[in-house]
């Protein structure tokens, strides 16, 4: 009798069952490609990035450039926000649950650093900071966590060396002119920005008794800043000639935004910020603000840089550096289309 035919193929009983005896295999094989079983590859590797603000331009940038080194890598980015403790280790419980082998974290609080290093050591997550570096109680750097951030002090202190020609350049009164400084101090990088400011303000000749200082307690809300920023203007109706600086963009903007609720010419005001990313819609507008600088920052860097030196530390176990260091660059209505443009970024 003939043997039953299959598109064109003679089946036998040895065949079938060798077949089905294979079928496990193949169907082992299939589920283990690219899964926990198998050698591990790109889209094995899932890192998160949180940040205390995912509605502040900057932060927004570097989950840009974090999901290009994404893409380039292969690897799944998970995009959480914290804005205060408890966000905080619900994202790394979230994170831990999806299988994430790493994290980036820009911490709302600073002085969370024991907690996050201890979260992540049970859930066996990879830890790096960007931004604002993590620290203990006593505030003291956790070293073994390493660490992207800014020249705080520098960048500071070119904030204040702007500011200083600016007002030379302007021909101001130094009797008639004072320095709103939108202070963060909790934050240590804040700090270092602000103290840099001043201190580079002073070391111009700039009077230090017209250096007024005010607690700003949402560093990315304008509105907060513009609340902060209308104490000293009510303190201080002598004053003719305003500069303002602060830990970032917003902060400054605060501070202008108050003065033009008050009739203040723009003419009379000097704000240089820090960041580059919010600022920049007022150096884009036809009628002159009291914006008048930013240092820009390199979000491409702490975005693409932190999420490509974590992917390297989990699939090869290269370890990042354990600090990291960025400047920045003075941009204005001249430059700035420019110089945002050479980082990636949508003037």
């Known amino acids: 009798m ?14 079938v069952l060798a077949s089905l005896a294979a079928l496990p295999l193949i169907i082992a094989a299939g589920c283990n490609n690219g899964g926990a079983g198998s050698a591990a590859g790109a889209s094995d590797v899932k890192i998160g990035f949180i940040v205390k603000s995912a509605t502040e331009p900057w932060f927004q940038s570097e989950w840009q450039f974090a999901d290009e080194a994404a893409k380039k ?55 790096m900071s960007v931004d604002d ?52 101090d909790e934050i240590e990088t804040c700090r270092l920005r602000t103290d840099g400011a001043a201190g580079a303000l002073e070391a111009s000749g700039f009077n230090k008794a017209n250096i007024y200082r005010t607690p700003w307690k949402a560093p990315n809300d304008i509105n907060t800043a513009v609340d902060a920023a209308n104490i000293v203007l009510t303190q201080h109706p002598n004053i003719k000639h305003w500069v303002a600086f602060s830990s970032n963009d917003d902060g400054v903007l605060g501070f202008v935004r108050a003065s033009e609720q008050r009739n203040i010419a723009a003419k009379d005001v000097i704000g240089i910020g ?33 999420a490509e030196a974590m992917y390297k530390w989990i699939k090869e176990g290269t370890a990042p550096t354990a600090e990291t260091y960025t400047k920045g660059t003075l941009i204005d209505r001249k430059n700035f289309v420019e110089a945002l443009k050479a980082e990636g970024m949508t003037p």
């Open 2 to 15: 003939p043997r039953p035919m299959l598109s064109g193929l003679t089946v036998t009983r040895r065949t």
């Open 133 to 184: 570096r993590l620290v203990d109680a006593g505030g003291k750097p956790l070293d073994k966590v390493p660490h992207l951030g800014i020249s705080a002090s520098e960048i500071g202190k070119s904030v204040g060396e702007a500011i200083a020609a600016e007002i030379k350049t302007r021909g101001w009164n130094a009797a008639e002119t004072g320095a709103a400084v939108l202070t963060v």
């Open 73 to 127: 890598y292969g690897f799944t980015l998970v995009k959480l926000p914290a804005t205060d403790a408890d966000q905080l280790m619900s994202a790394l419980d979230n994170l831990a649950a999806q299988g994430a082998q790493g994290v980036i974290v820009c911490a709302p609080d600073t002085k969370l650093g024991p907690s996050i290093v201890a979260k992540c050591e049970e859930k066996n997550l990879k830890l």
């Open 274 to 306: 820090i960041n580059g990313t919010s600022g920049k819609d007022d150096l884009k507008k036809a009628t002159l603000t009291g914006f008048h600088a930013s240092i820009l920052l390199s979000p491409k860097t702490h975005g693409f840089g932190t």
